[in-house]
C-alpha cells in the first residue's frame, strides 16, 4: 500500500498519484492524508477513484499526517508500507525494485529488511542532496556484501519522501511521534524502524522530487529552526532509534551542521532565538503522545462497527499457535478439546506452525491435520518468529470473521464455545472467561482465575493489568485488525492487543464460569519474572505511555509495581500470584 500526505500541492497531487497509479507493480490500495488543505485539494481528491482518504482539521506536519495515514492503511493488512510525499514521483518501476528488494534479501538472508529507501533526484535528474541516504556508519563487510547481493546499499536512516516499510515492524514499533511537527520526524521514525535490524538503500528505485528549489538542509530554516533543534533534543533524550554512540556521532554531525546554518544565515539573531527556545522545550518536555495531538487535529482511528448483534449460529475459526518447543501430547490434547470435544465445533482450525520442530512433534500436527473433524489451514512459518507475528498469519488465514485463541498446551471446557459465542453474537467484540490451573492432570487444580465482568470495570482496569485471561478469549476479527494486530512484544503480545482493542472502542465481555483449564507447571513461576519478562513489561509500559493509554503517574506506578513483581524472587513472586492472581474473584483491584 501507498500513504501519501499532501498539503496545499494540489497539482503536484495529481501528478504524485497519477505516478501511483502507472507502477509496474499494482499497489493493493493508496491512502492520502489531507493535512489540512485551503487550495481545493478535497475537489481533486473528490474527483480521484479507489482512494482512502483521511482528512485533518489542522496541519500536523509529516509525522502526524504519516502516523494516521500508517494507521489507516494497517487496517487494510499489507506487507509493506510506501510512504511518499506528495511532490513525489515515483518513476513506474520505483515500487517494483523495492519490492524486489525487499523479497530477494528474505529470501537469501532469512529476514526482510525493515526499511527500504528509494534513490532521490530533483527535476533535472541530480541526485536530490535533501534526501540522498548515507551508507549506513560502521556497516560491517558482511553487511554491505549482503545489500550489495540485491543491488542495495546499508543505511541507518531514511526520508519520508520515498520509503517502504515492512509492516510487521511497524506493528511491532510503533507510528511516527506526530509532536515531531516539521523536522526530525523521518530520522526518528526511520532510525527506530531499523535498530536491530537492516536498512536498505536501493538506486534502482528513482522517484522524482519537485522541490521549488535544488538544496540542502544547510539553508537557512528561519522559524524551522525552532523545531530543528526541539526536535533534535527530544532524539537524543528520549528515543529509542539509536544507541548511545550512534547518539555522538549523530550529535557531532548535528553540531557541524548548526554551525553551518549560522555562519550562512543572513538572520542570525532570529536563529539565536530559536535556539535557545528550542533548546528549552526539548529539555523541559518529550512529544506528546499521538492520541492527543492527533485528537486536537480532529483524527479518530478507524473504527469497525461496535457492538452489532451477529445472526446466532455464527461460523467461528480455531487459531491455534505452536512452536518446536511444545510437547506433542499437550499439543493433541489442546486440539482435541476444542475440536472434537466441543458441543459447538469452529468450522475451521488455523494451526500455525512456528519455524520448524522436531520430528514426533511434526507426525502429531499431521495426524491432528488429517483426522480433525473440521477443515484445518496449516500454515508454516519457515522460521520461528515469536507468537505475535505467528498469530498475525493465523489471522490473515481465517476466514471467517470470529476467531477463538487456544495454547497448544491448555484444555477446553466441552461447552466452551457453546457459552462464549452467544456472547460475541450479542454484541461484543471481544469475550474471555474464568479459567482453571491445574498441575500434571485437568483434575489436579491448583488455582482459579476469575476475570471481571463488568465492561466498565474492565476498562477501568486494563490499564494496570490485564482483565483477560488470555487463553480463553474469543474476538471479531475486524476489531482485532482494527487495533493493529498482534505486535512482536514478547510474553506480552495479548495484553498489548487487548488494551489496544478496548482502547480504540471493541465493546468488551467476561464469563467468571472457568471454560479453559490452564497448564501450570515446575517453572510457571518463574517464567513470570527475570530480567526477559522485565525487558517485555518496560517495553510495554513504554508504549502504553506513547500511545496516550496512560498518564505519567500511571506509567511510573505500573513500571514500579508490576516491574519490581518481575525481580522479587521466585517464593515471594508465588506467594504473591496466589493472592492476588490465582483466585482471583473479579474484584475491582489493580
Known sequence: MAVVVTWNRRELLVEALAGLRGQSHPLAAVVVVDNASTDGTDQVLGGETGLDVVRLEQNTGGAGGFAVGIEQALTHRPHLVWLLDDDTIPTPEAGRELVR?????????????????????????????????????????????????????????????????????????????????????????????????????CPDSVVVHKTKVFGSTDADPGERFFYEVRNKVWLFTRSRGLRTGEKAVYGASTLRRWWRTFARSQDRRTLHRALRRGLRAGLASGPRPNAVVLREAGWAAPQPDRGVPLPAGQPFALLISTWGGDRPDYLREAFVSTVDDQTRRPAQVVLVQDGPVPDELAEQIRHLVETSPVPVTHVEMPANVGLGPALDAGLQASEHEIVARMDADDVSAPDRFEKQLPVIEAGADIVGSGLWEFGESTGD??????????????????????????????????????????????LMEDYLLFTRMVAGGAVPANLAEPLVHYRVGDGAYARRGGTALLRSELALQARFRRLGLTTRRQYLRNVAIRGGYRLVPEGVRKVAYRRLLANRSGSPRG
Not at 459 to 465: A, E, L, Y
Open 101 to 201: 528488494v525487499w523479497e530477494q534479501y528474505a529470501a537469501a538472508e532469512g529476514d526482510p529488511p525493515a526499511v527500504l529507501a528509494s534513490k532521490v533526484v530533483w527535476t533535472d535528474g541530480r541526485d536530490h542532496p535533501m534526501n540522498t541516504p548515507r551508507r549506513k556508519p560502521g556497516a560491517r563487510s558482511a553487511e554491505s556484501a549482503a545489500a550489495a547481493r540485491v543491488g542495495a546499499v546499508p543505511i541507518r536512516s531514511a526520508s519520508f519522501v520515498s520509503i517502504m516499510c515492512d509492516a510487521d515492524v511497524v506493528r511491532a514499533r510503533g507510528l511516527p511521534l506526530a509532536d515531531y511537527f516539521l523536522w526530525n520526524d523521518d530520522f526518528e521514525y526511520s532510525t527506530r524502524l531499523i535498530r536491530d535490524r537492516v536498512g536498505l538503500y
Open 445 to 490: 487444580v491448583v488455582g482459579r482465575r476469575t476475570p471481571p465482568t463488568d465492561p466498565d470495570l474492565i476498562r477501568r482496569v486494563i490499564r494496570f493489568r490485564d482483565p483477560f485471561n488470555h487463553p480463553t478469549v474469543v474476538y471479531r476479527r475486524g476489531a482485532v485488525l482494527a487495533a493493529g494486530g498482534y505486535s512482536d512484544m514478547a
